[in-house]
Structures are given as C-alpha cells and as structure tokens.
C-alpha cells in the first residue's frame, strides 16, 4: 500500500513563507487525485487544497492567493507553497491521495494519508 510523508513543518512568523512536501512510496500518486488538509486543536480537518485530472487545482477561500499547491512526477512528490502566513494558519497539515472521486473537498474523497506535519505562526 502506498505511503506518503509530509515534511517542512515549522513555526514562523506572520508574513513568512514554508513549503510543505509529501513524499509517495508508489509511482501511482503521480496519477491520483491529492489534497492538503488541515487540522487545528479543537477543531475539525479541514480542505485546504486539491490537485487532481493532472493540473487542475482548487483552493480554500481562506487561503487562495496565498497557498500553491503543485507536483514533480519525477520525485513523486508534492508541494504546498504557503506564503503570508497567518496565526489561523496554525495546524497540522496533512497530504492526501485517491481515486475515490466526488467533488475531492471532503476527507471521504482521499484513501490514504500521511501522518501530518505541525505548522506554526505566531503573530
């Protein structure tokens, strides 16, 4: 079964950029559908972004402009580019992949998943 890995987590300031990276063990996410969520205490995940039919992105209202999601085949890797940062930013980001199709905005839509990585802003 494929897995995959976040990294790049940190705490920055507001207004800092960090790029996150989720890493797949199979060549198969390069054709799958991926996302990003985010989860924050207390709170429920939530949809940050998706990538899916090769390059069609979709973005959250709270971080569209903001946030770049993208993908290198080559690395069976992809990013998210965060840039102005927010304290409500402040969540652990998960990766997400599948071919469960639906609208790919809820977490039902994704089969597997990485195990997060903690991102701070402090204001």
């Known amino acids: 079964q494929m897995r995959l890995e976040e990294s790049g987590g940190g705490m920055v300031q507001a207004g800092d950029s960090l790029r996150l990276s989720c890493a797949a063990s199979a060549r198969t996410f390069n054709t799958d559908d991926m996302a990003w969520f985010r989860q924050a205490p207390g709170k429920e995940r939530e949809f940050v972004g998706m990538?899916?039919?090769?390059?069609?992105?979709f973005y959250d209202g709270s971080v569209k402009g903001r946030f770049t999601i993208s993908r290198d085949k080559t690395k069976n890797t992809a990013y998210l580019q965060m840039n102005s940062l927010k304290p409500e930013d402040t969540a652990v980001y998960f990766c997400a992949a599948g071919r469960r199709g639906g609208n790919g905005l809820l977490p039902t839509s994704y089969d597997t998943w990485g195990q997060g990585t903690q991102v701070t802003v402090s204001s």
């Open positions: 990538l899916r039919w090769g390059n069609y992105t």
